[in-house]
């Protein structure tokens, strides 16, 4: 039970003192101000060029193959299933703070969800580039989608890997339409602050014709609520789907039951971490500290610790079981994992996703915006090394000894990967500048909701 | 501004507050007053009830959407497994329903989020580019801090001056005439 006490210590979910029409101007005239910052161009600037280097490798790629990567039997899934694992994992976070809060009325959501759900858009999309690459010829994708063929071909509807298709891009299309459902009215405020034509007009079709009658909120908000309860169930069950591509094989160290919840919190863990590390930086940066207050930041911090411990139940369940089961096998990866090859990066791994995050006990850890993003970049790498151990380390030793070999990332496996986050960087760059990266009318009625009744004025100032 | 040779679309008044808005409303919805709607820059708690709104038949356009997908989603699948292509894969049966179900599941998402969307944005009759209301000067202020609550000229009990003087009885910051 909270007691008045503890209460009162919160600190609150949005500064008070705003008005309908001041809230509408601070987040707008970050996108309508005629002049972008020197700060956004340098910046901007380094994640493109970092997306050239993603445009070399993946023309590289298509030239030569999928030989240009460290792939090589046994070890067939590389950085290409990393990298799509930790990416679709980030993207789960926007459609927890989007759906799954908005269904349990939390209203601190409203601050954070418009640039986690664009954040979920540009993982996605960065996460579902890396398959179709992985496929060898990627020009051929279109196989993976039932379509009449001369051959009478179909996918084989009971693999996993099919599901995925239809789990993942499911999965895109619902986030797209959440997403901009979500940005239409605050686009119409945009087409009518507008100053330029060009502005206006693009705004403008966006915005359909959207003038806020109360008939069409009315819709509107049933519309959002069904959305969120769909997605929901959804972003469950795709990640519940990426982790089968894994557990359905018999290949020791995947071959378990507990790998859909360990990767669903897993997917999340590494989400809340990748919006710590954007909120942080962008609140300092546009001096949007009152409407993403500490409040927020202590709650995120605290979303982290309970999933980071459960996935470090996840990792104390693959151990276990790989003794329990009395599988050679599987006790053999275990072997493997914690004294082989890759030991180094499995012991950064523990120390990055289950150590580092017992800080997030202690209330002054949590209220440090600073401590905060080291923490979170610190779960970033420890998710990517998960994902790595989780492929690696399992393929790399499997059943027959004959078959062992040691993965080793050349230089186009890297660059890829750093490439795709400077997509990621680039959409976000982007997406701060022309949208509004906190949703307007959101704010509008949460200032609404938070101002005592009968306080005059909230309207009042034009 | 009196009526001019263009038809007038309604009677547009201005609140400062939600609370006086949805006040205001409920009184147009006791007066009698039909063909009429409210303005505000965020979904406002209870004005549907005080507009007097029927129920809306969203829920059951994204419900059949829902099940449109999945029905679609399994029917796929069991036509591409038990009649377009079947395989003998050891005895095991073409019509294998357990694997069937993520496809199934993620069609009926799919189904019932497109059904959400197009159905608001049909019933909502978006998108539309242009609207008598655009013309009224104040009004882009329903996009930003005021709330604005229409009488429209085709309401049967529509008549200029007595519509006018009930809506300023209802105490807006102002009424003003907005031409189609």
């Known amino acids: 039970m909270t007691t008045p006490r503890t209460k009162a210590k919160l600190p609150p979910i949005l500064e008070p003192g705003y008005t309908y029409a001041s809230a509408t101007e601070k987040i707008g005239s970050i996108v309508l101000e005629g002049s972008t910052s020197t700060r956004w161009y340098v910046g ?19 030239v030569r193959g ?31 703070i989007s759906a799954i809060l908005l269904l349990f009325r939390q209203e601190w959501r409203t601050s954070i969800n418009r640039f986690a759900e664009a954040m979920t858009l540009f993982a996605v999309a960065c996460a579902g580039m890396f398959p179709l690459l992985h496929l060898g010829r990627p020009w051929l994708f279109y196989w993976l989608l039932p379509y009449p063929s001369p051959t009478k071909l179909l996918p084989q509807f009971q693999s996993p890997l099919v599901w995925d298709v239809f789990a993942v891009s499911t999965y895109a299309t619902v986030s797209l339409l959440f997403w901009f459902v979500g940005l239409v009215p605050d686009l119409a405020t945009l087409r009518d602050r507008a100053n330029s034509h060009f502005a206006r007009l693009v705004y403008g079709f966006l915005a359909m014709g959207w003038r806020g009658s109360a008939l069409h909120w009315y819709r509107y908000e049933i519309a959002y609520l069904l959305l969120a309860g769909l997605a929901t169930p959804l972003v469950i069950s ?6 089968l591509d894994f557990s359905v094989a018999i290949v020791p160290g995947w071959h378990s039951t507990i790998f859909p919840p360990y990767f669903v919190a897993g997917a999340i863990f590494s989400g809340f971490a990748m919006v710590l590390t954007l909120a942080i930086p962008l609140r300092a940066v546009y001096h949007l500290e009152d409407f ?7 709650n995120m911090a605290k979303i982290l610790l309970a999933t980071g411990l459960i996935v470090a139940y996840g990792y104390m369940m693959e151990t276990f079981m790989a003794w329990y089961s009395g599988s050679p096998y599987e006790s053999y990866v275990m072997h493997n994992r914690e004294g082989g090859y890759y030991a180094p990066y499995y012991w950064a791994l523990m120390l990055a996703n289950v150590a580092t995050p017992q800080l997030l006990w202690f209330r002054k850890v949590r209220a440090s915006a600073a401590g905060l993003f080291v923490i979170a970049l610190v779960v ?5 090394l998960e994902r790595f151990i989780i492929v690696v380390t399992s393929l790399q030793r499997d059943f027959m000894p004959s078959a062992w070999h040691v993965f080793v990332p050349t230089f186009w496996d890297w660059a890829t990967f750093v490439g795709s986050i400077g997509l990621f960087l680039t959409l976000l760059f982007l ?15 949460l200032i609404e909701e938070t101002t005592e009744a009968g306080t005059p004025g909230k309207g009042t100032a034009r | 501004m009196t009526t001019g040779r263009a038809r007038l679309y309604g009677l547009l008044a201005e609140f400062e507050e939600a609370d006086d808005l949805l006040e205001a409303a409920r009184r147009t919805t006791e007066a009698g007053y039909v063909r009429k709607d409210a303005y505000t820059p965020f979904p406002v708690e209870g004005l549907p009830q005080a507009l007097g709104l029927d129920r809306s038949h969203l829920p059951l356009i994204v419900l059949l959407g829902a099940i449109a997908g999945g029905l679609i989603g399994y029917g796929l699948q069991y036509f591409a497994f038990v009649h377009y292509y079947p395989m003998n894969i050891g005895g095991r049966p073409a019509h294998a329903w357990p694997a069937f179900i993520p496809v199934t599941f993620e069609l009926t998402i ?27 000067e104040r009004f882009e202020l329903a996009r930003r801090s005021r709330f604005f609550l229409c009488i429209e000229a085709t309401d049967a009990q529509f008549e200029l001056g007595e ?6 009885s209802l105490e807006p910051r102002e009424v003003v005439e907005v031409e189609d």
């Open chain 1, 292 to 298: 993403i207050t500490a409040r927020h930041l202590d």
């Open chain 1, 238 to 243: 795709v990640h519940t789907v990426v982790s």
């Open chain 2, 163 to 168: 519509t006018r003087r009930f809506l300023e």
């Open chain 1, 44 to 62: 901007f600037g380094i994640a493109l060029s970092l997306t050239m280097l993603l445009l070399v490798s993946v023309t590289y790629l298509l």
């Open chain 1, 431 to 445: 997406f701060v500048r022309f949208l509004p990266m906190i949703s307007i009318f959101e704010m509008r009625e």
């Open chain 1, 380 to 384: 970033n790498v420890g998710m990517w």
């Open chain 1, 66 to 96: 999928v030989g240009i990567w460290g792939l090589n039997m046994p070890v067939a899934w590389g950085f290409a299933i990393v990298n799509f694992v930790w990416w679709i994992g980030i993207g789960h976070a926007g459609t927890l």
């Open chain 2, 110 to 136: 799919l189904g019932g989020a497109l059904a959400a969307v197009f159905g608001m944005l049909g019933l909502n009759r978006l998108p539309q580019p242009h609207h008598p209301l655009f013309n009224a």
